[in-house]
């Protein structure tokens, strides 16, 4: 017998069992658990359709929003008695068409929702990361400035806000993003402290990364999931805040087209032409209502602890 033969033959590498599956993809896993919630899948189907709506709002608008008839004033709907398909929502005081007002509107409440979070979701999450991560003086210093804003109702400091600015649609979005900022800064510190004392947070300490770095290449990413949902439902709090400044005249100004500003306008109409108040009313529901139920969606799928 050789050497050769009497040498212990290797082992084959052991062939990978069949019927065995590949760990899913993170974005697979996450659209599996988004979608089946049903109410945030609606609530994003409405959202896309509201996207759309406002990008082609000059196309399918069928009149310009400052457009008045004085032929058809407080026109009602096309279905009721006196109603013309010319109008189908109606038009209101002055003879404006209010289906092309709320789809003009809608660019005007998109672009409320994005101008608000942008603006609060980039200063919060400065402010959160220097409070979480440096602590002390510079912890309690924010912190405080925090506590005083929120001890204050929101609706009352935008409009403290406003009348300092004065009233108009960009002073109104400046308004409610100081407004919602202490949530995403209460948000980042707490996901900041969750995270800095992590072996990943040390390893990259101790290979030499700067502060800089640690705070908003290491540290960020993984505190993006809590401040992803809170975006999303700040949106229909935008919304929401700025159709109220609207409506007390402090947001956009008339004549353009914003759906709060549609209902201050046909406060005194309520009683004898119902339509001039309600459909605004209901644009802003809907709205409101599918960025709620896509932010609970975002939720449940991104928190480990709430999927099933």
Not at 170 to 197: C, D, F, G, H, K
Request: hydrophobic share 55%; charged share 15%; no cysteine.
């Amino acid at each position: 017998m050789t050497v050769a033969e009497q040498a212990p033959a290797q082992a084959a590498p052991m062939p990978p069992e069949r019927g065995a599956e590949a760990p899913p993809h993170p974005l697979r896993e996450f659209w599996s658990s988004f979608s089946a919630n049903r109410g945030a899948l609606g609530g994003l189907i409405v959202i896309i359709a509201l996207v759309f709506i406002a990008l082609l709002a000059d196309k399918i608008a069928p009149h310009a929003p400052t457009d008045q008839f004085r032929d058809a004033l407080l026109t009602p709907p096309a279905w009721q008695d006196g109603g013309s398909t010319r109008f189908l929502l109606g038009t209101d005081p002055v003879g404006r068409d209010i289906l092309s007002r709320l789809i003009h509107g809608t660019r005007f409440s998109l672009m409320i929702g994005v101008v608000v979070v942008t603006l609060s979701l980039s200063v919060g999450v400065f402010l959160g990361m220097l409070a979480g991560y440096f602590r002390g003086i510079i912890d309690n210093l924010i912190m405080r400035v925090v506590d005083v804003m929120m001890a204050l109702p929101s609706l009352l400091l935008a409009l403290a806000v406003v009348a300092i600015l004065g009233p108009g649609l960009v002073n109104a979005m400046l308004a409610i993003a100081i407004v919602v900022l202490p949530q995403y800064v209460r948000i980042t510190r707490a996901a900041v402290m969750n995270e800095v004392s992590r072996e990943y947070v040390t390893a990259s300490r101790v290979s030499g990364a700067g502060v800089a770095r640690l705070m908003f290449i290491t540290i960020l990413p993984n505190a993006l999931a809590p401040l992803i949902v809170q975006a999303t439902l700040g949106f229909s709090t935008a919304i929401l805040d700025a159709a109220a400044l609207g409506f007390l005249g402090l947001g956009a100004q008339p004549p353009t087209p914003e759906w709060g500003t549609m209902l201050a306008d046909a406060r005194e109409f309520i009683r004898r032409a119902w339509w001039v108040m309600t459909f605004p009313g209901v644009a802003i529901l809907i709205t409101v209502l599918a960025f709620n139920l896509m932010g609970d969606g975002l939720r449940d799928a991104l928190d480990p602890r709430l999927k099933t």
